[in-house]
């Protein structure tokens, strides 16, 4: 398993070079399908400018953290909006899988008075990784990956090692990435406020809710 130090930008850069010499190789434009799970849409867009030269990508929303449906319609319809206004090589499609906080209450619950970026978090990826890349694998991606890591409050290195478990549980290629370098982050808020985007105060669950601050 990869240590706390492993450069996940460096691992992302070297697999997307190897898919560009496979392409080149098999004298192909049409680049491998990439199921992208994505937290909200403000996150999603430096991701997705830079995923999209190298990969036919479908935007997978799937949140069951998010505490109202209100709330998940709100960041939902901001999602397909953000998808809509970007400037990209390839046509983004958008699979939403609906609110479901049944899949992660039950499991939520026993660690509601963990902090934000503690244990109920940890599940909380779990949950969202293993839906998507259950759902690559029913619909036949090549790969599968996520927003999460633009953050600079998620943690790149516990992301990927779930997402490198999850993979290999299921049977689907994970994007290694951290998206935050190279300033990513900062280029998701420049496109977030260029698109006058909604950019939420709370991370999506009700203890992260009640957490913020006043
Ligand atoms: S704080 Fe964010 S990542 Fe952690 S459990 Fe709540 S919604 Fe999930």
Redesign the pocket.
């Known amino acids: 398993m990869s240590g706390p130090k492993t450069d996940y930008r460096r691992l992302m850069d070297d697999e997307i070079a190897r898919v560009r010499g496979i392409g080149r190789e098999a004298g192909t434009d049409r680049p491998p399908s990439l199921l992208l799970h994505s937290c909200c849409g403000p996150c999603s867009t430096a991701v997705i400018t830079e995923l999209a030269p190298d990969f036919r990508l479908t935007v997978f929303y799937y949140n069951p ?2 505490d109202t449906a209100g709330e998940y319609a709100r960041r939902a319809a901001e999602q397909r909006r953000a998808i809509s206004l970007l400037a990209v090589p390839h046509p983004v499609e958008y699979l939403d899988e609906g609110h479901l906080p049944g899949d992660f209450l039950p499991e ?1 619950e026993p660690l509601a008075s963990e902090p ?2 503690g244990a ?2 940890s ?3 779990r949950i969202r990784l293993e839906r998507t890349a259950v759902r690559a694998r029913e619909l036949g991606f090549d790969w599968f990956c996520s927003t999460l890591t633009v953050s600079p409050h ?1 943690d790149a290195p516990r992301i990927n090692a779930i997402g490198t478990a999850v993979a290999a549980r299921v049977g689907v290629r994970w994007l290694p990435s951290d998206f935050k370098k190279r300033d990513g982050y900062g280029r998701s808020i420049a496109l977030s406020r260029e698109f006058g985007l909604y950019r939420q105060d709370y ?3 009700l ?2 809710r009640e957490a913020r601050p006043e």
């Open positions: 953290n998010i939520a934000e970026g109920r978090c599940v909380c990826f998620k991370c999506g669950c203890w992260s």
